[in-house]
Structure formats: structure tokens, C-alpha cells
């Protein structure tokens, strides 16, 4: 079967070595987006999709916009692939690209369509505090996210699972369904399901503005944003930005299924329900672990911060490198 791939980030890597590792495909080009300038040197960076088909000798495109790239398209119709698989690309592909191959073009997309069609779903699954999210392929179709469906894999989301996490778990299994996808496609096995439009959930692009912390949110929903959006979620402490990258809301059905290697907290949870204080101040620390903030419902154990200009560090060390005090606020 002749491929070609579409996709940028890292999370389409595994998508993309798996079909290179199977005998039964050949990939005989790649299509990523355009090298961009990253970092304090401003250097131009390729993407990770197009480290790896470097690696294997594959040509490599990357048109600014596809939709208007001629030369692209010609090399795309000449290509005579059987199939395009593409895996978070980033750019959406026109009517005449997906009907140049005969067997389609083949998305992966990690949610359960049809919650969560668009660009972030992995992030807003966290936020929303969800359990569950997966894989599905689909036929792709002009619109977004919204052909018909072929395959599906479920995956659980622990209380504790940030979006890296989870993204390395989707990514593996994803290449996966990918690899069941195009085997049974090709014996004839699958029955393409149409979506159900009126279920259907967005995923809108991440903005600089999600990552600020409100904490007149909950316990609950600010701790989804700090794991949903790792490691960029930021408040403000004694004028200065400080990123928090990690952790616990303390209520009580999370303090009974705290992780094995956090149960040594339970002993210091004891006396919290008589703990309070107004909105972002800081009401308890807790020696080796960090620091507890009043929210607007319920109480945020912080783990793991990153104040502006410093190393990631423990909320333990930061407040002894900061001097920390009970009754500080965070804005």
C-alpha cells in the first residue's frame, strides 16, 4: 500500500514509524508544516515528523498553505498513493486532495468523535474533567473533523494524568488503530458509521489567556487546567509570574485515591476541613510536599512550580528558597 503522510508534531511521531516499521506499507513521501523559529537563538526548527522522514531518506513537503500550493498538489496527484493518512497535521486539506487517492484519507484524531472535534482535544477533555477519551479514524471529509467514522479505542483518564502523559499514551495507541484501520479497509472489514452531528463537541485552539489562573474557580477545575494545559498555567506571586505545574485538589473522594507514591500525605490531610482563608491565600504548608491555596471551592495542594527567570522546582524548595509565608496570596 502506498502512503502519504500528513503530520507535525510529536504526537503523530509514533503513527508514522509504525507504518515505516510494517512491511505491507510503503511511505513514499511526507507532508508537514513548514519549519518555523523557535527558542532563544530564533532558530529555524523542523518538526518533529520531519526529523523522522529525514531519517529515512523520505521526501519531504511543506507547503505554506496546501490548499493554494500548486506545486504540491501536482506532486500529490502524481504520487498515484493508494492512501493519505494524516495524523494532527495542522492544515485543512481541499476537496481535490482527499479524492486523489482511492482509498481515501485516513484521520487520526484523538478523541471518541464526535465530542471534541477540532484542533486541542486531548487538552479540553482534561479540562473538562473527563474520564475517558480515545482514538477514532475516520474518512476525512472538507469539514472539520466530521467523516464518517471507522475505528475506535478507549483510554481512561486518571485524575493525575497531565496532557503529556495522556498525549503518549493516545500517540502509541493511535498508530495502533491506525495500522487495524488500514488492514481492515483494505479487506473490505470496515462499515464507515456517519457522526451524529447534534453530539457533536469542539475543541477549540489554546489561547495565552486559558493558562491564567482564576482562583475563584474550584479546587477541582483549577487542577483540570493545570494538567490540561502543562506546564503553561500561571498565576502571580509577590508580583512576579509563577507557573504551577502540578497539583492535588483536596476534597475528599481525591484524598482516599491519592497515588502510592503521594500516600505519605494522608497524615497531614487530617485537619484541612477546619483550614480557610480568603481567595488565592495561601492557608497551610505541608513539609516535603508544598503548599495549600483557598480556592473559590475547596482547597489546591500545590506540588511543583516555576517562578520567571528560575528552574522547575518542588513547591517544597520554593518555599524555602522564597521564604514563603501562611496568609500570601496568589492573584
Given at each position: 500500500?502506498?502512503?502519504?503522510?500528513?503530520?507535525?508534531?510529536d504526537f503523530a511521531i509514533n503513527s508514522l514509524q509504525s507504518l515505516l516499521n510494517h512491511s505491507d506499507?510503503?511511505?513514499?513521501?511526507?507532508?508537514?508544516?513548514?519549519?518555523?523559529?523557535?527558542?532563544?537563538?530564533?532558530?529555524?526548527?523542523?518538526?518533529?515528523?520531519?526529523?523522522?522522514?529525514?531519517?529515512?531518506?523520505?521526501?519531504?513537503?511543506?507547503?505554506?498553505?496546501?490548499?493554494?500550493?500548486?506545486?504540491?498538489?501536482?506532486?500529490?496527484?502524481?504520487?498515484?498513493?493508494?492512501?493519505?493518512?494524516?495524523?494532527?497535521?495542522?492544515?485543512?486539506?481541499?476537496?481535490?486532495?482527499?479524492?486523489?487517492?482511492?482509498?481515501?484519507?485516513?484521520?487520526?484524531?484523538?478523541?471518541?468523535?464526535?465530542?471534541?472535534?477540532?484542533?486541542?482535544?486531548?487538552?479540553?477533555?482534561?479540562?473538562?474533567?473527563?474520564?475517558?477519551?480515545?482514538?477514532?479514524?475516520?474518512?476525512?471529509?472538507?469539514?472539520?473533523?466530521?467523516?464518517?467514522?471507522?475505528?475506535?479505542?478507549?483510554?481512561?483518564?486518571?485524575?493525575?494524568?497531565?496532557?503529556?502523559?495522556?498525549?503518549?499514551?493516545?500517540?502509541?495507541?493511535?498508530?495502533?488503530?491506525?495500522?487495524?484501520?488500514?488492514?481492515?479497509?483494505?479487506?473490505?472489514?470496515?462499515?464507515?458509521?456517519?457522526?451524529?452531528?447534534?453530539?457533536?463537541?469542539?475543541?477549540?485552539?489554546?489561547?495565552?489567556?486559558?493558562?491564567?489562573?482564576?482562583?475563584?474557580?474550584?479546587?477541582?477545575?483549577?487542577?483540570?487546567?493545570?494538567?490540561?494545559?502543562?506546564?503553561?498555567?500561571?498565576?502571580?506571586?509577590?508580583?512576579?509570574?509563577?507557573?504551577?505545574?502540578?497539583?492535588?485538589?483536596?476534597?475528599?473522594?481525591?484524598?482516599?485515591?491519592?497515588?502510592?507514591?503521594?500516600?505519605?500525605?494522608?497524615?497531614?490531610?487530617?485537619?484541612?476541613?477546619n483550614l480557610s482563608g480568603e481567595i488565592g491565600e495561601i492557608v497551610k504548608t505541608i513539609k516535603n510536599?508544598?503548599?495549600?491555596?483557598?480556592?473559590?471551592?475547596?482547597?489546591?495542594l500545590i506540588l511543583e512550580v516555576q517562578l520567571a527567570g528560575k528552574k522547575l522546582q518542588s513547591a517544597?524548595?520554593?518555599?524555602?528558597?522564597?521564604?514563603?509565608?501562611?496568609?500570601?496570596?496568589?492573584?
Amino acid at each position: 500500500m502506498r502512503i502519504v503522510f500528513f503530520g507535525t508534531p510529536d504526537f503523530a511521531i509514533n503513527s508514522l514509524q509504525s507504518l515505516l516499521n510494517h512491511s505491507d506499507y510503503e511511505v513514499i513521501a511526507v507532508v508537514t508544516q513548514p519549519d518555523k523559529r523557535r527558542g532563544r537563538g530564533n532558530q529555524m526548527i523542523a518538526s518533529p515528523v520531519k526529523e523522522l522522514a529525514l531519517k529515512y531518506n523520505l521526501p519531504v513537503w511543506q507547503p505554506v498553505r496546501i490548499k493554494k500550493d500548486k506545486d504540491t498538489i501536482e506532486l500529490l496527484h502524481k504520487s498515484h498513493a493508494d492512501v493519505f493518512v494524516v495524523v494532527a497535521y495542522g492544515q485543512i486539506l481541499s476537496k481535490k486532495i482527499l479524492n486523489m487517492p482511492k482509498l481515501g484519507c485516513i484521520n487520526v484524531h484523538g478523541s471518541i468523535l464526535p465530542e471534541y472535534r477540532g484542533a486541542a482535544p486531548i487538552q479540553w477533555s482534561i479540562y473538562d474533567g473527563k474520564p475517558e477519551t480515545g482514538i477514532t479514524t475516520m474518512l476525512m471529509d472538507e469539514g472539520m473533523d466530521t467523516g464518517d467514522m471507522l475505528l475506535k479505542a478507549y483510554s481512561s483518564i486518571e485524575l493525575f494524568t497531565n496532557v503529556e502523559e495522556l498525549s503518549l499514551k493516545l500517540a502509541q495507541q493511535g498508530a495502533d488503530l491506525l495500522i487495524e484501520t488500514l488492514t481492515k479497509l483494505e479487506a473490505k472489514e470496515i462499515q464507515p458509521i456517519p457522526q451524529n452531528n447534534d453530539l457533536a463537541t469542539y475543541a477549540r485552539l489554546i489561547e495565552k489567556a486559558d493558562y491564567q489562573i482564576n482562583w475563584h474557580q474550584s479546587a477541582l477545575q483549577i487542577h483540570n487546567q493545570i494538567r490540561a494545559f502543562y506546564p503553561h498555567c500561571i498565576t502571580t506571586f509577590r508580583s512576579q509570574i509563577l507557573k504551577i505545574t502540578q497539583s492535588i485538589p483536596l476534597t475528599e473522594i481525591d484524598r482516599l485515591n491519592l497515588p502510592s507514591n503521594l500516600s505519605k500525605l494522608s497524615p497531614f490531610l487530617q485537619d484541612i476541613d477546619n483550614l480557610s482563608g480568603e481567595i488565592g491565600e495561601i492557608v497551610k504548608t505541608i513539609k516535603n510536599f508544598g503548599f495549600i491555596v483557598q480556592t473559590g471551592a475547596g482547597l489546591l495542594l500545590i506540588l511543583e512550580v516555576q517562578l520567571a527567570g528560575k528552574k522547575l522546582q518542588s513547591a517544597w524548595n520554593f518555599i524555602n528558597g522564597s521564604h514563603l509565608k501562611i496568609g500570601e496570596k496568589l492573584s
